[in-house]
T-cell receptor, first 117, second 113 residues
Framework: AQSVTQLDSQVPVFEEAPVELRCNYSSSVSVYLFWYVQYPNQGLQLLLKYLSGSTLVESINGFEAEFNKSQTSFHLRKPSVHISDTAEYFCAVSDPLRGGATNKLIFGTGTLLAVQP | ETGVTQSPTHLIKTRGQQVTLRCSSQSGHNTVSWYQQALGQGPQFIFQYYREEENGRGNFPPRFSGLQFPNYSSELNVNALELDDSALYLC????????????FGSGTRLTVV
């Protein structure tokens, strides 16, 4: 079965500093990977996804993640964080369901990014 | 284009009671998935409905059940509530066979006392 590991439960960082949130997944064929962000008392918002093609994927708000098959990693990075980036970040892998037409998501335990002024 | 809406937003129930949570899918989406997110944890897959039938189930007991209606809205029912059922319940809709565009609702916070 697929699994996702986020080793850091919390990452404190100062505003305008770079940050990396780590994510490792269990090896599988045709893996599809996601990063979701959850602000307090809200649902999940898709930040970015890797389905195929370029191993470097970017979001509209400056985050990027690189798919590394040899290291089974999909780390999330941002060169300069803002106070507004403070949130819980979840890495997820897609797992096919019966018939192959649909999938479920398997999430990691999350990383709280705490940006300090 | 409307997003995914869930109701109610908050709910308090007593152990042993039954609860029904509701979800309206994003317009055009035909698949609904439910996730349970306990405090401090990542979301856990409960089940998915596609074409009004259960299309997959996570490691949850039978007292967790669901429905999908012809308009693709969905319900999650939990019988015989236990204290450990206290969690944020998230609904996500998607369109089968088109990739991996899941849209999540804001969730229902269930507290069992």
């Amino acid at each position: 079965a697929q699994s996702v590991t986020q080793l850091d439960s919390q990452v404190p960082v100062f505003e305008e500093a770079p940050v990396e949130l780590r994510c490792n997944y269990s090896s599988s064929v045709s893996v599809y990977l996601f990063w979701y962000v959850q602000y307090p008392n809200q649902g999940l918002q898709l930040l970015l996804k890797y389905l195929s093609g370029s191993t470097l994927v970017e979001s509209i708000n400056g985050f990027e993640a690189e798919f590394n098959k040899s290291q089974t990693s999909f780390h999330l990075r941002k060169p300069s964080v803002h106070i507004s980036d403070t949130a819980e970040y979840f890495c997820a892998v897609s797992d096919p369901l019966r018939g192959g037409a649909t999938n479920k998501l398997i999430f990691g335990t999350g990383t709280l990014l705490a940006v300090q002024p | 284009e409307t997003g995914v809406t869930q109701s109610p937003t908050h709910l308090i129930k007593t152990r042993g009671q039954q609860v029904t949570l509701r979800c309206s899918s994003q317009s055009g989406h035909n698949t609904v998935s439910w996730y349970q997110q306990a405090l401090g944890q990542g979301p856990q897959f409960i089940f998915q409905y596609y074409r009004e039938e259960e299309n997959g189930r996570g490691n949850f007991p039978p007292r967790f059940s669901g429905l999908q209606f012809p308009n693709y809205s969905s319900e999650l029912n939990v019988n015989a509530l236990e204290l450990d059922d206290s969690a944020l319940y998230l609904c996500a809709s998607s369109l089968a066979r088109t990739g991996f565009g899941y849209t999540f609702g804001s969730g229902t916070r269930l507290t069992v006392v």
